[in-house]
């Protein structure tokens, strides 16, 4: 019953580093993920500052388009982050509900083990019984038997 107290634990241990390790691959993932957004990004708006730069227009219309664009580009990094960010925490939960399930599935299979050696026990204890009881009238039919003889 111990080898399965111990046994449960390690596997309970190996579940958590299991958990640990995706949940820090999930976050560096999430964070290689922003930087990569971040990165397109300033390309992205580098890109239309330069072709608002080309335009032939006034100095203050360039610069209200400038801001404008800004403004736009900034605006979907932060939906785009703001989805990566909904994206990780839907992940980690999603792991961490499947650990738990499967210690809870552990944890069944641990109490189911335990009823079926709580039984197998009791069976192996009346067994004896029957054992011993049998064996004294077996050795008492014996005695018997040899007074009748004698």
């Known amino acids: 019953m111990y080898q ?4 449960i634990v390690r596997e309970r241990e190996r579940m958590k580093a299991e958990l640990d390790s995706k949940r820090k691959q999930y976050l560096d993932d999430h964070k290689a993920a922003q ?5 397109r990004h300033r390309q992205q708006l580098a890109a239309v500052q330069a072709k608002i730069q080309a335009e032939k227009m006034s100095d203050a219309a360039k610069r209200d388009k400038l801001l404008a664009a800004e403004k736009s580009s900034e605006q979907k990094l932060n939906s785009e982050l703001k989805h990566l960010e909904t994206d990780k925490a839907k992940s980690l939960k999603i792991e961490e509900m499947d650990a738990k399930q ?3 599935n552990m944890k069944a299979k641990y109490n189911d083990i335990s009823r079926t050696m709580n039984k197998i026990l009791r069976e192996k204890t009346q067994l004896e019984a029957k054992l011993r ?7 008492a039919r014996a005695a018997e038997t040899e007074r009748e003889i004698e």
Request: hydrophobic share 30%; proline share 0%; glycine share 0%.
């Open 133 to 139: 009881a049998n064996a004294a009238t077996a050795e």
């Open 35 to 39: 930087d990569r957004a971040k990165e």
């Open 4 to 7: 399965i107290k111990s046994s």
């Open 102 to 104: 499967r210690e809870d």
